[in-house]
């Protein structure tokens, strides 16, 4: 089951994608510039006094070593002059066999063509295992790598190997403490391992964390998921009205403002705040922005933002009703972060529970386990979608590694699937035992939303087979599901959609009496056709 | 052509680096011989021997900007009267791997500034391992690549004993002399002397910045003379290693692996921030280099030339050389000569098995 949006209390921690895709996203500029010094003229003077020399050198001599002089000192000044000897250049170095593989690189790269390079994040278990083979190997030539050290430790997360990755950051941190990429990067892993305070010892201990937004975001986040005591909350208050930094660097500590002002009540600042932080807002921005207005409708976020935003548009999807969408999105989610469990969870939970499709179910369930190892919640919706395929054996032993404490939430969840599995197996009274038991659990927890969830799947399991006392269930389940709130009805929207696809449903009752027909019509064997040759009377036996 | 000098040598043509199939030189080529700023190279000779005129060229500062030609002068002459005394420097020190000044003296052919010629005359190499590599035989490469770079790094070894920093150790700039059957280190133009100041000290980079390490092309000053300058010949030292295998340098292999956002401004990135900033950054890009190098470096001795360019060009100028130096001085090259020496001796064994 999907855990209920009011249960999580969403922050703006850092995201943890590739080096090159956190470059792409601009979040690696830095946040303490260096004033124009004489140096860099200087700099810049010798760089055009140097490519100049080369070019009268590859005019005149036009040979190989020319033409690698010529290169080396057009990717260093990346002077646009000179194109058309560059080129040549470059051409020469490709067609002459003697070049060696740098200079054909660079050569290739002045010419547009680029480099083959392994993908930093495949997504295949075992192309992962290959690509971290190769970075071991990378790190016994040079050690120092604190970020390739950072997005190995990734590519681990991704495959639920914490302890490899937790020594990676850890190795990391210590090459590169004031390192933006691996302080976010580590945040990220903590707050997932829900060991937040962990990320909390490396920003403290960073020199960087409170001249740096992305960082000070971080920290906020993390101290507000540990639940300890804000420490640069005046740092943080005094950058955000400084005119220091531009919108898009004050994106992420805006927003993490904002939603500890919202958590205070101050919805005034939360509100002024979120409209700061959408100002050239990150996708995470704005999924925290969209999250937030699901508890304060005042909080407003276009659908042109989140329609760049996975996870926000994910969101706004299954508010509205799009399941479909809610696949889609909840896809380049899973995308942006595989380790997470939160898209897996709400895809496989949209997939079986909104639109009925175990497979997409067990895709979305599959792909979170692979980081979250038994995880109760996808484990049990992997059951879930097994037992909608028929796979009900399958669906038996996954549920095995769910052993949910009597008398709690997760056991009416784990009574509900078990009693699906009972009705896919035909064993239609034990699984309707099951099922009453998990209602009346439900019932004796005081929890109206399970309740309403085990029903509808119950009132769907009877409807396969007869539709007959479905509309006065669903009654009986709506009367309820409406008097909840508008919030618990939109975490709650699978149920309409249960029964919704129940009504639709063909039931086997239904079915036979289709074929009511066909059987009292069949037409009998003509008797005089049974005598054979012999006179005997044929048995059909 | 045909001007009598002092000492017997007479001027005999323009210098370039043109060669014939066998390697030697094979025609004349301009102006750009010396490689110098202000300077014109031409080949001299007196009886049999052959050498290396370094002609400095006074009227360049005619060429100044208006106002700054008096400037422009006291450079020129400050950096020719360096390069004298650095000559003659290496000669009195006996310096074997370092290209020697032969003589010095200037030439007066008119009254007027431009007709007065200061120049230095040095040993004519054979050719530099940039071009003469390639006609090398493919079994004996590797103990010629290994035998070049010993006796670069014993040029360099002596340069510092004497607290001088090259600054533009690059291929163009080791030369083979043949006969003698040694490598040494040219062009000390562009060297700094501890202590002592020329007008390029105020450049972050004194030599050819397509091999500079990449602190310089940040701005990135550090204090320490050694780190800074000897450091800088250390980087460019290992980045000739590289250059045997790579055909590049680790300067523009670096400056290829880094996206736009993070070069330096000045060579055409946005990069605003401190070098310490950066670092990680170029130490991923470097990565990639060593594992690029990893690949093509000879089978045999890759796990000597990996180790030796990752010493040498660690873009953290702090942590520069060979580890074991740490605790003594950071940059000696001793080391890496021995080193050299041996592999130069594996390789030539490895060569005759062939």
């Known amino acids: 089951m999907i855990p209920s949006d009011d249960d999580i209390k969403r922050q703006v921690i850092p995201r943890w994608r590739t080096i090159r895709a956190t470059t792409a996203a601009r979040e690696l500029a830095p946040a303490k510039r260096q004033a124009q010094t004489y140096l860099e003229d200087a700099i810049s003077a010798r760089l055009s006094q140097e490519l100049q020399m080369r070019v009268r050198e590859w005019r005149q001599e036009n040979d190989l070593a020319a033409a690698e002089e010529l290169i080396a000192a057009a990717v260093v000044s990346r002077c646009p002059d000179f194109q058309e000897d560059v080129r040549a250049a470059a051409r020469l170095v490709l067609d002459d066999p003697h070049s060696l593989t740098g200079s054909r690189d660079l050569a290739n790269s002045l010419l547009g063509e680029h480099r083959d390079e392994p993908d930093p994040m495949p997504d295949e278990t075992k192309k992962m295992h290959l690509e971290i083979a190769r970075r071991k190997r990378l790190f016994r030539i040079y050690p120092r790598d604190a970020l390739l050290l950072t997005e190995t430790a990734l590519l681990y997360t991704n495959l639920g190997l914490n302890a490899s990755a937790k020594n990676l950051l850890k190795a990391a941190a210590a090459l590169a403490p004031n390192n933006r990429y691996v302080l976010r990067s580590l945040t990220r892993f903590w707050v997932h391992q829900a060991e937040p305070d962990r990320a909390l010892h490396f920003l403290s201990k960073s020199a960087a964390t409170k001249r740096d937004p992305w960082l000070l975001a971080a920290q906020l986040a993390a101290e507000d998921v540990a639940e300890k005591k804000l420490t640069n909350w005046r740092e943080a208050k005094r950058i955000l009205g400084a005119e220091q930094f531009s919108d898009f660097e004050l994106t992420e500590l805006a927003a993490a403002f904002a939603t500890l002002q919202l958590q205070a009540g101050s919805h005034k600042l939360a509100r002024k705040m979120f409209r700061k932080s959408l100002a050239e807002p990150t996708e995470n921005v704005v999924a925290q922005a969209q999250w937030a207005s699901r508890r304060d409708p005042t909080i407003n976020v276009s659908h042109e933002l989140t329609a760049k935003a996975s996870e926000a548009l994910a969101w706004e999807k299954l508010v509205t009703g799009r399941w479909q969408e809610v696949i889609s999105a909840s896809r380049s989610w899973h995308d942006i972060e595989p380790f997470s469990i939160r898209p897996a969870v709400m895809g496989s939970f949209v997939a079986v529970a909104h639109i009925g499709d175990g497979i997409i179910g067990e895709e979305f369930a599959r792909r979170g386990l692979i980081a979250n190892r038994g995880s109760a919640v996808l484990h049990n919706n992997l059951a879930v979608s097994l037992a909608m395929q028929g796979l009900v054996e399958e669906a038996k032993s996954e549920l095995a590694n769910v052993k949910p404490s009597a008398e709690t939430r997760e056991e009416i969840v784990n009574l509900a699937t078990r009693g699906l599995i009972e009705m896919r197996s035909g064993n239609l009274e034990a699984g309707a035992d099951l099922y009453h038991k998990s209602i009346n659990l439900a019932i004796s927890l005081r929890d109206a939303h399970l309740w309403c969830r085990a029903c509808a799947h119950f009132a769907y399991e009877c409807a396969r087979y007869n539709k007959r006392d479905l509309a006065n269930i669903t009654a009986t389940i709506m009367k309820v599901y409406n008097r909840l709130g508008d919030q618990s009805k939109i975490g709650l929207n699978d149920v309409p959609a249960i029964l919704a696809r129940a009504e639709k449903l063909q039931s086997a009752s239904e079915i036979l009496r289709s074929l009511e027909n066909y059987r009292s019509q069949l037409a009998s064997y003509p008797a005089d056709e049974l005598t054979d040759a012999s006179g005997g009377d044929k048995s059909p036996n | ?354």
Not at chain 2, 68 to 77: A, R, S
């Open chain 2, 1 to 354: 052509m045909g001007t009598k000098l002092e000492g017997g040598w007479t001027v005999e043509s323009p210098l370039g680096w043109s060669f014939d199939d066998k390697g030697k030189p094979a025609r004349p080529a301009g102006d750009n011989g010396s490689g110098g700023n202000f300077s014109v190279g031409y080949v001299v000779k007196r009886g049999d021997q052959t050498a290396f005129l370094k002609a400095i060229d006074l009227s360049r500062a005619m060429k100044a900007k208006p106002g700054d030609m008096l400037n422009e002068l006291k450079k020129i002459i400050d950096t020719a009267t360096f390069e004298q005394a650095l000559c003659a420097l290496c000669g009195e020190r006996r310096m074997d791997r370092v290209v020697l000044a032969l003589a010095a003296g200037e030439i007066v052919v008119g009254p007027n500034l431009q007709d007065r010629v200061p120049y230095i005359i040095f040993e004519l190499a054979d050719g530099d391992v940039r071009r003469r590599m390639r006609l090398v035989n493919e079994n004996v490469r590797a103990a010629w690549i290994f035998s070049a770079l010993q006796n670069a790094a014993v040029g360099l070894r002596q340069l510092h004993s004497a607290k001088i920093a090259h600054q533009d150790v690059k291929p163009s700039n080791l030369l083979q002399f043949e006969k003698q059957n040694v490598f040494k280190v040219g062009d000390v133009g562009r060297a700094i002397q501890e202590g002592v100041a020329v007008p390029r000290a105020e450049y972050g980079i004194a030599g050819d910045p397509s091999y500079a390490p990449p602190e310089l092309l940040y701005g990135h000053y550090v204090p320490d003379w050694n780190t800074r300058r000897v450091g800088c010949d250390l980087f460019m030292f290992g980045s000739l290693i590289a250059f045997f295998f790579l055909g590049q340098g680790i300067t523009p292999m670096l400056m290829s692996r880094i996206d736009a956002a993070h070069l330096p401004r000045r060579a055409g990135g946005e990069w605003q921030g401190f070098y310490a900033d950066v670092l990680p950054i170029v130490q991923r890009a470097f990565s990639s280099v060593l594992e690029e190098l990893e690949l093509v470096a000879p089978k045999k001795f890759k796990d000597e030339i990996v180790a030796s360019v990752r010493q040498l060009c660690e873009p953290d100028p702090a942590l520069r050389g060979h580890p074991r130096n740490r605790t003594e001085n950071q940059f000696d090259l001793s080391r890496y000569v021995s080193q050299f020496d041996l592999l130069a001796k594996h390789a030539a064994i490895a060569g005759r098995n062939a």
